[in-house]
């Protein structure tokens, strides 16, 4: 494929070798199965060829995403490109082993649950918690996802990066400021990590024993099919728990289970969750959200924070 910059029109002499789609709907590829249409969609074909697609279309505005387990696009879709990492960066090796434990790198577009495996087979223990978790691995890293204890940079060593020019290099977590569902470079002036994103991880992990990783996976996945509405489409837990609390027991509290907006409802299952009851528009989802919020701070005093990240625009503009 010629490799174009959109903005200025100017067309480059290098081919890509990934798959580039228009008038993408990111229903496809957002796990809340709403919202509108990317202008462009690249899937990368691996890591050289994302970097030939950064360095040709300097101007462009990127989205990169993994599982969409943790978006919301709004009905007015994206401008710019969406660069799906999901099934293309997906190098999974164990690097080195001894008796206290071993490192293992994974590619930012493997699936959590395949780390989880990956290091239960090889008797490594740690990352166990990551079987749940529905994104993945640039995701885990962006989000610092976590549960039952555990969060993803507990784990990491160091990460591998690419900046806006295609440039690859490694950083330490020392270089990050990390805390509950929130990872921002130390240097970063504000906001989020726009100029750079995450391209694999190295994790250390613990000497662990087989049999008890995979027993532990599967308690922690049986918690979540008993406690949480997997049955709709969702994307997990949209607040964040506030400091001492839970976020799903304050809007239960406030009487929201259950309630809703066109085709999003507050899940009767699990009060931290919306669900897509069959044809949720974005915004019936980003409304009941802000009802949420609005709701909780006038009964708890408490704002609730999303963990949830909205982007695109409200309407699209022809
Ligand atoms: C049923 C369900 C259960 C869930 N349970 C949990 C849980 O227990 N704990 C938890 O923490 N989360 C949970 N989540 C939320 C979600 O799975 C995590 O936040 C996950 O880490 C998101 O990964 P993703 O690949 O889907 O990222 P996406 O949703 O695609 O993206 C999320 C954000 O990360 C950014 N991003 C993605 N890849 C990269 C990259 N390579 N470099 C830089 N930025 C990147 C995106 O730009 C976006 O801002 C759950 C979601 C669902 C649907």
Known sequence: MPIADHTTGETGVSALRGEMRLAEPMSKHTTWRAGGYADRYYQPADLDDWADFLRASPHEVIHVIGLGSNLLVRDGGLRGTVVALHARLNDLRLIEQNQSGGLIYASAGVACAKVARFAAKHHLAGAEFLAGIPGTVGGALAMNAGCYGSETWEIVAQVEIIKRNGEI???????????????????????TMEAEWFTGAY?????????????????????????????????????????????????????????????????????????????????DIEALIMMVQSRVKKAMAIALIQEVRIIGDARRLT
């Open 169 to 191: 290099v490694m950083r330490q977590p020392g270089e990050y400021a990390i805390g509950y569902r929130s990872v921002k470079r130390h240097s970063e002036p504000a906001g």
């Open 203 to 283: 994790f250390r992990l613990a000497q662990g024993d087989q049999m008890q990783s995979r027993q532990r996976i599967k308690e922690l996945l049986a918690q979540r099919v008993a406690g949480q509405p997997l049955n709709l489409p969702n994307a997990g837990s949209v607040f964040r728990n506030p400091p001492g609390d839970y976020a799903a027991r304050l809007i239960e509290a406030c009487g929201l289970k259950g309630c809703h907006i066109g085709g999003a409802m507050v899940s009767p299952k699990h009060a931290n969750f919306i669900v897509n009851t069959g044809a949720a528009s974005a915004a």
